[in-house]
Structure formats: structure tokens, C-alpha cells
């Protein structure tokens, strides 16, 4: 079994700042990706960042230039650092770990965290 757990969502103002992290624990034998999603109310979910086992990152067109994803594979861990924060951007984020290979056998699986909420007014 895999959990992913998330922390640093939050209320900030337009223009700010807020840091988002991610773990993933449990039987782990390799991670392809991991990134960050988010659903707005009575919107889709969507992707915000993505980063590959080998750095490769993509980001969403609205969040380029103002969001950095990162990623520490020995932690198992993905952050997502958010500047210049706009009303827009309000939404509960979710953090994702794709085509995880979780037994001896080989079997993957793709797995959420619970999601953070993240909300930019003044």
C-alpha cells in the first residue's frame, strides 16, 4: 500500500507565496512521476506540474513562470513552490505519484494524496 501526504496549503494574498509538499511511503520499488493537480469548485481537475524520475518537468501554460516543481527521489518527495499567487489559483491541490511499481512482481498503480487547500484573496 502507498500513501502520499500532503501539507502547506493555506490563505494568502495576491502576490504571495505558499510552498506545497509531498511524501510518498509504503512499498515503493520505483516512481516515474510525481506532480501536482488541482480542481477549482465546479471545474475539472487539472495538471499543474509535473516532474519526471529524470528532472524532466511540464507545467500547466497559467502557472509557467510562477510556479517551480521539484523533487527529491531518495525522499520520495515533491514540492511545489508557488509565487506571484493569483485569485485564479484558488483551488484544492492534489498531489500524484504515477505508474508506481509497488511489489516484487512489478505491478503499478497511480495514487493521490488527500488533497490541500489552497485559496488566494484579500
Known amino acids: 500500500q502507498v500513501q502520499m501526504v500532503e501539507s502547506g496549503g493555506g490563505l494568502v494574498q495576491p502576490g504571495g507565496s505558499l510552498r506545497l509538499s509531498c511524501a510518498a511511503s509504503?512499498?515503493?520499488?520505483?516512481?516515474?512521476?510525481m506532480g501536482w493537480y488541482r480542481q477549482a469548485p465546479g471545474k475539472q481537475r487539472e495538471l499543474v506540474a509535473v516532474?519526471?524520475?529524470?528532472?524532466?518537468?511540464d507545467y500547466a501554460d497559467s502557472v509557467k513562470g510562477r510556479f517551480s516543481i521539484s523533487r527529491d527521489n531518495a525522499k520520495r518527495a515533491v514540492i511545489l513552490q508557488m509565487n506571484s499567487l493569483k485569485p485564479g489559483d484558488t483551488a484544492v491541490y492534489y498531489c500524484?505519484?504515477?505508474?508506481?511499481?509497488?511489489?516484487?512482481?512489478?505491478?503499478?498503480?497511480?495514487?493521490w494524496g488527500q488533497g490541500t487547500q489552497v485559496t488566494v484573496s484579500s
Open positions: 500524484n505519484a504515477a505508474r508506481v511499481t509497488y511489489d516484487v512482481w512489478g505491478s503499478r498503480g497511480d495514487f
Open positions: 516532474i519526471r524520475s529524470d528532472g524532466i518537468t
Open positions: 509504503g512499498s515503493i520499488f520505483a516512481i516515474s512521476a
